[in-house]
């Protein structure tokens, strides 16, 4: 068969940190792929792990992670957060490289509030392009570049399946972290409001994209919090086990190529 083939890591907040789990294994089990496509927590750690990050080291960090360290909260003009603590913790962990310098190519997706339009990075600052990926509306202050005015990938591409055929991909393997069994909404703070209004909002579209996959994963992880990034080794750990059960589909689907 050959072509090129897609690993699509979607949005999520806390509960994308089972995406470690899902390439940890895929690693393991020499599951090969051509590139990543990532929104919001799907690009973070897709574009992380294309930089060369250990993905064990990487879940052992996000365990111990003070969020302290990463929340500049400030008095709400366009965010709760003002992201400057978060450029720099990015700046680090991609360690300040550029698109041109991944181990493979990453495609991060932003939306522009200005044109209503997704956007999709593949070249400067791998940091800066997961900053706008990840800024939730309300919560982290806009990206703002060459006119556009850039807040999350998940406001207009929850699981950016459509992406990774526009860049080649004949096979894709997508992993969604928020439709899968067991979803539990929780509302305790302004967080759950703003993630579980999206969620809502991509409900739709998500029905339509997610059978151009050819193999979809759904860890179970819609019992957690969008905030739960302290519970990373139970998250990671439901990635891993989603990813083995399907082993054999991914093999199949990468055999030929």
Same mark, same amino acid.
Do not use: W
């Given at each position: 068969?050959?072509?090129? +083939?897609?690993?699509?890591?979607?949005?999520?907040?806390?509960?994308?940190?089972?995406?470690?789990?899902?390439?940890?294994?895929?690693?393991?089990?020499?599951?090969?792929?051509? =590139?990543?496509?990532?929104?919001?927590?799907?690009?973070?750690?897709?574009?992380? /792990?294309?930089?060369?990050?250990?993905? /064990?080291?990487?879940?052992?960090? &996000?365990?111990?992670?003070?969020?302290?360290?990463?929340?500049?909260?400030?008095?709400?003009?366009?965010?709760?957060?003002?992201?400057?603590?978060?450029? &720099? =913790?990015?700046?680090?962990? +991609?360690?300040?490289?550029? =698109?041109?310098?991944?181990?493979?190519?990453? /495609?991060?997706?932003? +939306?522009?509030?200005?044109?209503?339009?997704?956007?999709?990075?593949?070249?400067?600052?791998?940091?800066?392009?997961?900053?706008?990926?990840?800024?939730? %509306?309300?919560? =982290?202050?806009?990206?703002?570049?060459?006119?556009?005015?850039?807040?999350?990938?998940?406001?207009?591409?929850?699981? %950016?399946?459509?992406?990774?055929?526009?860049?080649?991909?004949?096979?894709?393997? &997508?992993?969604?972290? +928020?439709?899968?069994?067991?979803?539990?909404?929780?509302?305790?703070?302004?967080?759950?409001?703003?993630?579980?209004?999206?969620?809502?909002?991509?409900?739709?579209?998500?029905?339509?994209?997610?059978?151009?996959?050819?193999?979809?994963?759904?860890?179970?992880?819609?019992?957690?919090?969008?905030?739960?990034?302290?519970?990373?080794?139970?998250?990671?750990?439901?990635?891993?086990?989603?990813?083995?059960?399907?082993?054999?589909?991914?093999?199949?689907?990468?055999?030929?190529?």
């Amino acid at each position: 068969m050959g072509g090129k +083939t897609a690993v699509v890591l979607g949005a999520g907040s806390a509960r994308g940190l089972a995406h470690i789990g899902v390439l940890q294994v895929l690693q393991e089990k020499k599951i090969d792929f051509d =590139f990543i496509v990532g929104s919001s927590m799907g690009a973070m750690v897709g574009s992380i /792990y294309a930089c060369g990050a250990d993905l /064990y080291m990487l879940a052992g960090m &996000a365990d111990q992670m003070d969020k302290n360290v990463i929340m500049d909260v400030n008095i709400p003009r366009l965010g709760f957060i003002a992201g400057k603590k978060v450029s &720099a =913790f990015l700046e680090l962990l +991609t360690k300040r490289k550029t =698109f041109a310098e991944l181990d493979f190519p990453v /495609y991060v997706v932003a +939306t522009d509030l200005i044109s209503g339009q997704r956007v999709v990075f593949e070249e400067g600052s791998v940091a800066e392009a997961v900053r706008a990926s990840i800024s939730v %509306p309300g919560i =982290f202050h806009p990206v703002r570049k060459e006119g556009m005015v850039l807040v999350d990938g998940a406001v207009t591409d929850r699981l %950016p399946i459509e992406v990774a055929r526009m860049k080649g991909a004949s096979k894709v393997i &997508a992993v969604d972290v +928020t439709f899968g069994p067991g979803k539990v909404v929780k509302i305790n703070n302004t967080l759950d409001v703003i993630a579980t209004s999206l969620d809502i909002l991509q409900k739709q579209q998500f029905d339509h994209i997610q059978p151009q996959a050819d193999v979809l994963l759904q860890p179970a992880v819609g019992n957690f919090a969008s905030q739960d990034f302290d519970r990373c080794q139970e998250l990671v750990e439901i990635g891993r086990q989603t990813a083995l059960d399907h082993l054999d589909e991914l093999r199949a689907l990468t055999a030929a190529r």
